[in-house]
């Protein structure tokens, strides 16, 4: 047999049909569910008379509208469009019997922060959301993307996917990382390196000596930018870290199946002497603390750099570059270090999880904020409840961050969190386009430690002065 | 999806060129959680006045064409964004067929997978069934898709091009859901192997 990688291994393991042309239907084991991109789905449904085909593989939960300050359970804190997507969803959930975590649950949060929690995603799995940064999945060694609506109800409907194969790119992280380094900063970095398309048609596994090192949290930030690189997904072959996080969860397998899971899970790799259409090898030690300065994820550079101008790059970018200047309101050549910041928002699915609060508490201990408004939106109930009982929402609130229920919040404009026109902020997620924290907000984007820097000082900061 | 095979209809005549998705269906209305429903406010702006009330001029407030089932229009018919609340919204509407000389290509394709047949015709066979259309009730449109023609009230047919694959699965009502349940022996074999397999999954 020829070798394969981890990606032909999950693809081989899931086709249910394969067309002449190539085409395939991808069988999907996991199927995660929010309010905004199902509702025509769910309708769909009913009005061809389906029904769900594996109401057991199928998981809902409302992220992406709840407001997550502490008066949501009166439903009149919503926005009426909020009020009647979650209602929908709750109504899908119950009629087309799936599983469901409403917003009253301890065990609600984002989608991506719920699934793998909960022990639903598990290694050598096919993961499906309405969300592209279902890629998140994809440090179990589940092959996990995001799709569009209708794909959604045909999910739904036949637990399988139309698809064509991707191509298979290698993403290397060689040594390790410097002190002050993370996960975020080795996902940035790659997107700097390789720019918002350098993913397009591929599934990149990444893997070396730095994404080893790495928790099942940072993998999981790591795989959750893939999308920003323009991949259709992101991969992590699985390892005793992966079984040791997933052991004993919820929905996870346990005894004689839990052996014979670990024994399949094993195999999951990539055979020495696999072919890779592209290979991107970046060294560890190489990454800095970064954040981005323009409005695209590629907008990266080391906080000790200075704001570059248009004309540094070529082609088309020129005109983009500038338009970022503009938007972002910074002039060419001012130290980043100088940028002064208003906001701060640590959260979504990129860095909600407990151990990017950890990190963010650990540099703020003792500290106050220096900006007008920052806010911590754990990405789970059950996070926002560990950081309770680890005494680090103390340290979050003695510092002067406001301590949210768990949400998308402001990682995009969709419920009341937002920036203010102008208003500038540090954030933890994944976007940095123009208005997607709210209508002429400027995003930059970091690290949870560098983004509690930016906090305590006001301004953009090397967060390895405070180590 | 339903089935298209044969229709009989009241058409109604949109001699307008470019007639895009934000006509056919304003953004306002994207913000519903259904795809049903959106008839009421097909060509929203075109239809109604700020508040609400008809627009009498507009073809399809008019007593002879508030059946219509087909569409008549100007060049280049659905250009705009991709959005499927287009055809949703015409779908709801009752209209299942519109002609003309042109389509934007993601409305033409999206008009499959939502039941309704789009038809090109040359520009002369089009102004002569306009022409029919602005007869009013009198004048009905027969579409026949399996023998793809269309006949006009004076009997007079044409007949128009349609790929092979899409005319299959508007014949049988196959969307791609209906497509892939047509495998669905398929599927339920490599689920009964793979949860044999892994049956933790
Ligand atoms: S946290 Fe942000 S990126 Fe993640 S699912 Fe929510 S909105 Fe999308």
Redesign the pocket.
Known sequence: MSPKTLYDKIWDAHVAHEAEDGTCLLYIDRHLV?EVTSPQAFEGLRMAGRSVRAPDKTIAVP??NVPTTLDRADASTMTEDSRVQVAALDKNAKDFGIHYYPVSDVRQG???IVGPEQGWTLPGMTVVCG???TA?HGAFGALAHGIGTSEVEHVLATQTLIQKKSKNMKVEITGKLKPGVTAKDITLSVIGATGTAGGTGYVIEYCGEAIRDLSMEGRMTVC?MAIEGGARAGLIAPDEKTFEYCKGRPHAPKGAEWEAAVAYWKTLFTDEGAHFDKVVTIKGEDIAPVVTWGTSPEDVLPITAAVPAADDFEGGKVGAAQRSLDYMDLKPGTPLSDIAIDTVFI????N?RIEDLRAAANILKGKKIAVKRAMVVP?SGLVRAQAEEEGLADIFKEAGFEWRLA???M??A?NPDQLQPGERCAAT???NFEGRQGRGGRTHLMSPQMAAAAAITGKLTDVREMM | MEKFTTLSGIAAPMPLVNIDTDMIIPKQFLKTIKRSGLGANLFDEMRFTQDGAEIPEFVLNQPAYREAQILVAGDNFGCGSSREHAPWAIADFGIRCVISTSFADIFYNNCFKNGILPIVLPEDQRDILMKDAEKGANARIEVDLEAQTVTSSDGETFTFDVDPFKKHCLLNGLDDIGLTMEKAAAIDTFEAEASAARPWV
Not at chain 1, 347 to 350: I, R
């Open positions: 929010h992220d992406h984002i989608v991506h969300d592209s940064h998140t959750n959260g979504s699915c990129t909600g990405g949400g998308c919040s990682c995009l969709m997620s994944n976007r």
